[in-house]
């Protein structure tokens, strides 16, 4: 495997930025090649918007090392005891970026080989 | 003119009485190949004689969205006319090479890829069009992928009524406890699209979701 870079963003690094720009600066260091542990969660809106700019990234990537999409996961200090639906409530609770107790995990889908998610551990695989 | 508003009188009347809406778009969501499009053939194949579309067991057969227009259904004394509206498997990733696996060419798996990325985005756009969902997970996945948590959450936002259908209970290792724990808000109806096990469970859920359409 080649060098794996890890990057923390900290909450105020995309909390003041639009939708938009968001997702974009998201896409953009995930193509680094980069897993980003981001500190808050996406609206799902947002989301959407991630799979959708990513799905036309995958279309139009001609590099060698082609962009083949991304894995992803969230994950709150509480979701032990949440259901899906109570988290989701809560992520609605913002309109936009927010849920500064929350982490997502965003990797490139030629480095993360998957992540498995259940209520209260997220585990990455790596690709050999 | 009078005919038309006392048509339109008796029609108030009529839904305010069953306290459902008769004319439904009914959108079928979820990941690739949790059988979508075998539950949609279905439903349309019992109340109209033909199917929506293909299936396969390699990943994002459907690459376009499919329709039936007006299939009525009838449940106990109930009946309500649909459109169903089968729509590609949402993913965040995917790779023309899976597609080798399957047997398909170099050429065939990137063309499937690039149509499968465009039918992502297209499922993603008509979210907005849909009366009812049903999100199909297959029951032997994990139902707390990313996937399933960003479609609820958009419809969640969109207060759109969402029923969760858990396919392939007939297979070994089904766990619909599991998608009962992950979404105990919802009603969770554990189905075999393929055999037609647990259809009945399944229409009258169905004619629950449309209660809550506005």
């Known amino acids: 495997m080649n060098d794996l870079t890890i990057q923390f963003i900290p909450y105020s690094e995309l909390a003041y930025l639009t939708p938009y720009r968001r997702v974009k600066k998201l896409l953009e260091l995930v193509s680094e090649n980069k897993i980003l542990i981001i500190q808050g969660k996406l609206a799902p809106e947002e989301e959407a918007d991630l799979i959708q700019e990513t799905m036309k990234q995958i279309r139009e990537s001609k590099s060698r090392k082609k962009f083949k999409g991304i894995e992803i996961a969230t994950i709150s200090p509480k979701s032990k005891d949440l259901s899906i639906m109570q988290n989701i409530t809560e992520k609605l609770a913002t309109t936009f970026f927010g849920g500064r107790d929350m982490i997502t995990i965003i990797g490139p889908a030629t480095v993360v080989k998957d992540i498995r998610k259940d209520p209260s551990k997220i585990e990455l695989y790596l690709r050999k | ?214």
Do not use: C
């Open chain 2, 1 to 214: 003119m009078a005919i038309e508003i006392i048509t339109n009188f008796f029609h108030r009347i009529f839904n305010n009485l069953f306290n459902y809406k008769k004319h439904v778009k009914l959108g079928f969501y979820g990941p690739p190949n949790a059988g979508k499009t075998t539950l949609a053939n279905r439903i349309a194949k019992d109340w109209t004689g033909e199917e929506i579309g293909t299936v396969s067991k390699v990943p994002h057969e459907t690459r376009e969205i499919q329709f039936k227009e007006k299939v009525d259904i009838k449940f106990d004394s109930k009946k309500a006319t649909f459109k169903l509206i089968d729509t590609p498997g949402i993913a965040t990733k995917i790779d023309y090479e899976d597609f080798l696996h399957f047997g398909l060419s170099t050429k065939e798996a990137k063309k499937r890829s690039k149509e499968a990325t465009r039918g992502v985005i297209e499922s993603i756009k008509w979210l907005d069009d849909m009366d009812a969902v049903v999100i199909v997970i297959d029951s032997h996945e994990n139902p707390y992928n990313q996937v399933n948590v960003t479609i609820i959450g958009n419809l969640v936002a969109r207060k759109i009524p969402v029923l969760i259908v858990g396919n392939k209970v007939d297979l070994k290792g089904a766990d619909l406890k599991k998608i009962d724990s992950a979404f105990p808000e919802y009603d969770v109806v554990g189905i075999s699209a393929k055999t037609g096990k647990n259809m009945e469970e399944f229409y009258e859920a169905l004619f629950n979701l449309i209660k809550k359409v506005k």
